[in-house]
């Protein structure tokens, strides 16, 4: 039951890294000493000290000694040299005797080898306490750590009755979803690496498709324009050279006009192209290419028939909806339910959560295709 405890405070320390560590995990570490919390750590910034470091330091701040101590840690302790030290050399160091791990790091430097060190060390090792949460709060890095593919996040803001926009749009943009909604959004687009979004979006939207306020981090925008119908003058291009941005185009298109191949690349942009599919989705190209280039993470911020391929080709791993308490009727368009009528099979969503912004609620929920990739 302590045990537990413990771990579910290592836990929470972990979440707080979330948005800032990314595509690293988030990894809590506390450390017990006669029943009593000697030191706490959690990764707080990519590239910055590990959890277990953070906790050793936290014990020496607080004036405590975590010789012959117990660790409890969120994810198996790193033996390798990355930007830091390796963390089993830090924690073989400080005496512990014990070491309570929730999950096994999957990546190729780690995947047993930090326990394995620990455990010749004379450490004492223990793994698998609260190992689903564990798992639950770095579904992206096991996933791209295990498999080499990005974790497929898809998000949308919908009424009640399933419109994505208003019908009159002369008044400029209006959103379905209130600003809570639309500032953790922004929280959601720090945790990722890449967000894509298919032309018709960017032509009637004109969207930025940045983490906002910049907090330095560099997200990949990709638009999804087999035709390369992309305005010249949209914000995405202007922006080019500040914030990456891949477009998409398929061979034909891209041999078809070299002119305007030329004019989007001077912008700073890049144009991937797509092979010949033969009319196939061109969607696992994609994916490829995004894990090839590292990342581990992709939002997927619609429209909706962008949205409904993904679920069709079952290549979305997490689902973010925001249900706005609206019924537009006639003066709503973008209807969500139209595309997602081709799905032939229904499907529930798995460990739900609904949170309330204001008058909006997200939900968020989980993919059978992402349980398997995880093992739960
Ligand atoms: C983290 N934070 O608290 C732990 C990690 O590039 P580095 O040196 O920061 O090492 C990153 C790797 O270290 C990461 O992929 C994971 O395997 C392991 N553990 N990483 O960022 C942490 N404990
Ligand atoms: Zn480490």
């Known amino acids: 039951m302590r045990d537990t405890k413990y ?82 050399e830090a924690i073989i160091a400080a005496g512990l005797t014990k070491v309570v791990v929730a999950a096994l790091d999957p990546s190729e430097h780690a995947s047993g080898k930090g326990i394995e060190q620990l455990r010749n060390a004379g450490i004492k090792v223990e793994t698998g306490l609260c ?21 497929t996040v898809l998000k949308w803001a919908q009424t009640i009755d399933g419109k994505m926009a208003q019908a009159d749009n002369t008044q400029g943009h209006q959103w379905i979803s209130n600003q809570l909604s639309r500032k953790d959004v922004h929280k959601l687009r720090q945790r990722v690496g890449a967000i894509l979004v298919g032309i ?27 035709n390369l119908q992309i305005p010249l003058d949209c914000k995405l291009l202007a922006t080019a050279k500040e914030a990456p941005l891949l477009i998409v185009a398929s061979q034909q298109a891209h041999q078809a006009n070299p002119q305007l191949v030329e004019e989007i690349t001077q912008t700073g942009a890049e144009v991937l192209v797509c092979p ?27 429209g909706p028939t962008v949205i409904s391929s993904f679920l069709k080709e079952n290549l979305a791993d997490e689902i973010c909806v925001y249900i706005s308490p609206k019924i537009l009727g006639g003066s709503g368009s973008v209807d969500i339910s139209g595309p997602m009528a081709q799905l032939t099979a229904g499907f529930s969503l798995h460990h739900v959560v609904l949170k309330p912004f204001g008058d909006d609620v997200r939900i968020t929920g989980l993919t059978k295709g992402a349980l398997s990739e995880l093992g739960l």
């Open 131 to 151: 190992e689903k949460e564990a798992k639950l709060i770095n579904a992206p890095f096991i996933k791209f750590a295990a498999t080499g593919r990005c974790w």
């Open 200 to 226: 018709n979006t960017v032509i009637a939207d004109d969207p930025l498709l940045t983490a906002r306020p910049d907090k330095g981090k560099k997200l990949i925008r990709v638009v999804l324009d087999s």
């Open 7 to 88: 771990m579910r405070t290592a836990l929470r320390l972990a979440q707080r890294g979330i948005g800032s560590v990314e595509p690293n995990p988030a990894v809590g570490a506390v450390i017990v000493k006669a029943n009593q919390i000697i030191g706490r750590g959690w990764h707080k910034k990519f590239g910055d000290p590990h959890a277990e470091i953070n906790a050793i330091e936290d014990c020496k701040t607080l004036g405590s000694n975590p010789q012959s101590a117990v660790m409890y840690v969120t994810l198996e302790p790193c033996s390798h040299q990355g930007k830091t030290a390796p963390c089993t």
């Open 276 to 302: 010949d599919a033969q009319g196939q989705s061109n969607l696992p190209f994609v994916l490829d290419e995004l894990s090839k280039r590292r990342i581990a993470q992709l939002l997927v911020e619609g």
